[in-house]
């Protein structure tokens, strides 16, 4: 039998007087307070381990109604509202123009439901999120720490910082340059925290970046139960107690964090979108701790950390103690135009040409993704092997997969490759370095990309541009400062 709300709780289904998909809105839909927690009732381990730390919709649950109401009465589980007064309570939008209204067959009234996280189910007036209210699945296994890797001194003070960090469930930002090691700067603070039995959280706002994490993190807490999320993620229905996710993942969490790290906190969407930070903040515990991982904090970041306004630990130096490569500015002309009568800026050709001949691979960053599909059939002409990726491209993960199998030769990327992604011995070009898209912080991410293993740590990294930006400049500068002051703390071979 399924159940239905009304003004007195919950009713059997066919009392009511027309059909409900599942849950029905009876008058003004009333949602039930919460109720004690009843310590003697035997609830149900899967329906703990499924609904823990989140706040789902209906259907995404796959229990019955009988079951759900029994542990709502015992005090296991909660409803709240989806949306209320113009507010989604899953994402946090408030902006007038993200919300609309349907004639609902649920509730027979216009009922009004979010667009901004409408790709992840409907949320409406009439939908409950449901929450588990009752003690959280503890850990049965003590975690093992896997990595015998050695930190930098830089990376050490980092590290220890964090411990102390999420010891104190305080929070932190650890400004480190492209390849300064911040994954193995976690290992530490994350083992801390789930010796502790605290549950932790790594978010990014990219799915690539996610991607490449898990693995890692696997190998090095082989015993910790590890779940992995992005959209499609075949974990997604999985509790762990070390939890990878992108940041639109973290809709569906409240109260679940002991331990939240952001990767590329500066990153779009995440830096633009606020209802994504809103997430983070619903995802953490009331007590628990935020560390913030950036290579390029933003000016704002960057002022409240030299007023000493944020609690904050810097590495600017990379972990083989090399400086990063210093951008080329190179001028290409009218480059849009060359590209319309189908023939690629001939600095570009010839710098691609030279790629080619020493077997070396490379990344070429586009504005657009029109741009990039129009001048992938001109750089094909000189290597069938060349591919181009997008963010919308449906084999992006197994073109990222072949570029680092040293499979494909050069690949034409948006900035969906910014960051997030390794590959030991490549150069770098960026065609249209003036466009806006192409911000210093993109800039900087992209220069990154090049030189980060410690047997290559050392490539060319060009802005062919039609016009010199202050993004370029910016971009240019910050590179160079992050060098000299890892030059003055003693950080690079060469000094």
Known sequence: MRFAFADNGLIPEPLIEHETPVLQRISEFPFLPPQPLNLSFRFSPELQSFLSGR????????????????????????????????????????????????????????????????????????????????????????????????????????????????????????????????????FEGIHEALREN??????????????????????????????????????????????????????????????????????????????????????????????????????NTQKQCAAGKRSFIQIPARFHRHPIPLPKFVWCGLWKKTLKKNRIPHPLKKWTLSKLQQSKQALIFFPTVELMEKALPLFQEMNLLIESVHAEDPERKEKVMKMRNKEIPILLTTTILERGVTIPNIDVAVLGAEEKIFTESALVQIAGRVGRSADYPNGDIIYYHYGRTGEMIKALLHINQMNKEAGKRGLLHDQ
């Open 55 to 186: 706040s789902l919709l209906l259907d995404e649950l796959p229990f019955s109604i009988d079951t759900l109401q029994d542990h709502y009465v015992n005090g296991f589980v909660s409803y709240q509202k989806g949306v209320e007064k113009s507010c989604c309570y899953r994402c946090g939008n408030t902006s007038p123009h993200l919300f609309a209204s349907f004639s609902c067959s649920r509730c027979h009234t216009p009922c009004t439901y979010c667009r901004n996280c409408i790709m992840m189910g409907r949320v409406s007036e009439c939908t409950p999120l449901i929450t588990w209210k009752g003690p959280a699945p503890t850990s049965e296994t003590t975690p093992t720490f896997k990595w015998s890797g050695t930190l930098s001194q830089a990376q050490k003070t980092a590290s220890e910082q964090m411990v102390l960090a999420v010891k104190e469930s305080k929070d932190l930002l650890v400004w480190a340059v492209c390849g300064a090691g911040k994954t193995e700067v976690l």
């Open 198 to 299: 605290k549950r932790v959280c790594i978010a990014a706002p990219r799915t690539d970046v996610i991607l490449e994490l898990s693995p890692r993190i696997k190998k090095v807490f082989p015993e910790t139960g590890v779940t992995t999320l992005y959209g499609g993620s075949e974990e997604r229905n999985t509790y762990g107690q070390l939890v990878l996710s992108t940041t639109h993942q973290l809709y569906r969490f409240h109260d679940a964090f002991d331990v939240m790290i952001i990767d590329e906190v500066d990153a779009f969407p995440y830096s633009y979108d606020s209802s994504l930070q809103w997430a983070v903040e619903k995802a953490r515990k009331p007590q628990s701790s935020i560390i913030y991982l950036t290579a390029t904090p933003d000016r």
